[in-house]
Structures are given as C-alpha cells and as structure tokens.
C-alpha cells in the first residue's frame, strides 16, 4: 500500500518545470496535483510561468541549479526529485550538485533522471573501442557523444556512485523535439517535411507518456529502484509514414523530402536562432552539437529500434506521433493558416 500520509507531508520536487509549457516537468507538476500530491516546482525566473504553477496549485522555488545552496534549500522537506532541464553546458554540473545535496540530506526515497535513449547503447565498452569500430556501430557518420549524451552519461555514473535510490528513464527522440516541430514550421507551411533522415525509421516519444510514465515512479517508486528503462513511442515508421501524419494534422498534403545530413544541419541548425531563443552562445554551441550529432545518429539507423517497455509501465498503449502533432499549438497555428 502506499503510504499517502508521507507524500501529504512531503512535497515532490520539480526540476525544469520553469520549462515550454507541453514541456515534461509542466505536464507532471499538473498530474501529480491532480492526484492530490503536493508539487514543489524549482523555477529559475519569477515570471508567468511560475504564476502559472502557482495558480495550479504548486509550490513554486525560485533558484539557480547551480548554486549549492538553492539546490539544498529546494530540498528541505522532499523526500522523492524528479530531474530534468533543458540541455546546456553545466547540465551535469546541475545534477551533480542536486545529488550531492540529496545525498547529504540522506533521507531521499527516489531519484528520477530524465536521460536520453543513447545511454542504451553508448556504453563504456561501446565508447571506449577504436574509431573505426565506433563509426561502424554509430551508422557510419558518428564517432562520439554529442555534448549532451555525454552530459547525461556522466550524470548516470553520479547517480550509480551515489547510493541514492535512482531511476534512469532514457527516452528516445520526442515527438515535440525541435528537429520534428519548430525546425519544420518553414516547411510545413509549404507542405512539405525536410529532414535528412533517408529511410531510416523513428520510433518518437509523446512528452505526455514520458510525464505519466515519471509521474508514476514517483508515487510509487520501489518497483523502480536502481533501474534504466529505454523507451520509445508505440510506432516505428519512416518519414513517408510520417509525413501523413503531419497531413492529418495540418490538414493540407505534406511531402517528404529527404535531406543530406550535413547540408540539412548548415541550413536548420543554427547557432544564431539558438543563441536568440536561449540568450547563451555556450548554450547554443551546446545545443547545435547536440542536434547535428543527433540527426547523425538517426540517419545512420541507430534510432531504428521498438520497445514495448513504455506500454507495459502505463499499462496502455503509448500515443501515436499523429496524437502529438494534432496536440501541438505551434502546429495547429500552422494548420489554421492559409498555406503558401
């Protein structure tokens, strides 16, 4: 039986819930006060955002994952975190500092990391063998992390030294990740989807599994303990495949059109537009690496891969990559709009 009198007295916190509205920390701040557990939010700026978690019913903690004693002061009273932010330079410094915290309170029950898909496979032993065989088993066009990957590599051998009682959740690409939405809004609105993705196969995960998949191990963690799970979304499909779906959510024909990877990452990735949307040029360059490597990664067929662990951990199918795309504003903004 879970012991409700504890998650009563003590409230779960939040990490990046500060984030994009539809981001993962949003929609589990509003699940779990759904289900009557009090929320602690950790928010960098006291803005809209934070009313808005206020208003919901969330305690809101205004810091800086950084500073130690932000982190410390945030964890007072928690016994159960959810990490995740968005990717930056210090996303393992962040982390660091959060688990050292937890681990010095000592009274800390779970431990949920939001890492990435790639873990799964970019082991110790993978990463370690020579060049060549690191290109061969990468698809071809990568021979290491992508700065994030590493950040989120690092972050699992923290948590492995900690003691704390931790659960690795490695999520494959998102169905709301850039490379799928805001970077194809230029060409969605001429019909068309441009990604350098050939005919490899994807397999995205909808932020809403992931946030109830999360938001799960939360209120009851000790099934969970000391695991990794790798998960992806219910449907593998190439971009063809997908570019009906994006068709039924615009509700206009969208052609595919493959891209070559390195052209596609010159024209889409860039540095400029990130570093205006993130106000930080470490941030940007951070980001753009992630994002190259990543469309790498996925055209070399390392992301052609199902996983029927998400469905079995709702206890329900997964959401469907049209679900996502019909859910998504930015794209039923695009949808209401006269085509070009």
């Not at 939010?41 to 130690?68: I, N, P, T, Y």
């Not at 990664?297 to 997964?318: F, H, K, W």
């Amino acid at each position: 039986m879970e012991d409700t009198t504890m998650t009563e007295r003590n409230p779960i916190l939040i990490t990046g819930a500060g984030g994009q509205v539809g981001g993962v920390s949003r929609v589990m701040v509003d699940m779990l006060l759904e289900q009557g557990y009090p929320v602690r939010a950790f928010v960098r700026r006291d803005d809209e955002r934070a009313q808005s978690l206020r208003e919901a019913g969330a305690e809101v903690f205004v810091g800086d994952l950084l500073k130690l004693a932000d982190v410390a002061a945030a964890l007072k009273g928690v016994r159960r975190i959810y990490f995740s932010m968005s990717a930056q330079p210090y996303y393992a410094d962040a982390l660091t500092l959060m688990a050292a915290a937890a681990r010095a309170q000592g009274d800390i029950e779970a431990f949920v990391h939001l890492s990435n898909y790639e873990q799964s496979y970019m082991t110790l032993e993978r990463m370690t063998t020579p060049d060549e065989e690191r290109r061969s088993w990468l698809g071809g066009l990568v021979t290491d992390w992508s700065p994030q990957q590493r950040a989120h590599w690092v972050c699992e051998q923290v948590l492995d030294w900690s003691g704390i009682p931790t659960v690795n959740v490695r999520a494959t690409l998102f169905a709301e990740s850039p490379h799928l939405t805001w970077m194809q809004l230029g060409p969605l609105s001429n019909g068309e989807l441009r990604l350098p993705y050939g005919n490899q196969r994807l397999a995205p995960i909808a932020v809403h599994d992931l946030a109830e998949v999360c938001v799960k191990m939360l209120v009851d963690p000790a099934p969970h303990i000391s695991k990794s799970y790798a998960l992806t979304g219910p449907e593998l499909k190439d971009m063809y495949g997908f570019a009906e779906d994006y068709a039924a959510a615009l509700g206009r024909q969208v052609v595919y059109i493959p891209e070559e990877v390195e052209a596609w990452s010159e024209a889409f990735v860039d540095e400029t537009v990130l570093q205006e949307a993130l106000g930080d040029p470490a941030a940007a360059r951070h980001v753009a690496a992630h994002l190259r490597i990543q469309a790498r990664l996925i055209a070399g067929g390392r992301y052609d891969v199902l996983s029927d662990q998400l469905e079995t951990l709702l206890g329900r199918p997964p959401r469907t990559m049209r679900w996502s795309l019909q859910s998504n504003g930015r794209l039923r903004e695009l949808a209401v709009a006269p085509s070009h």
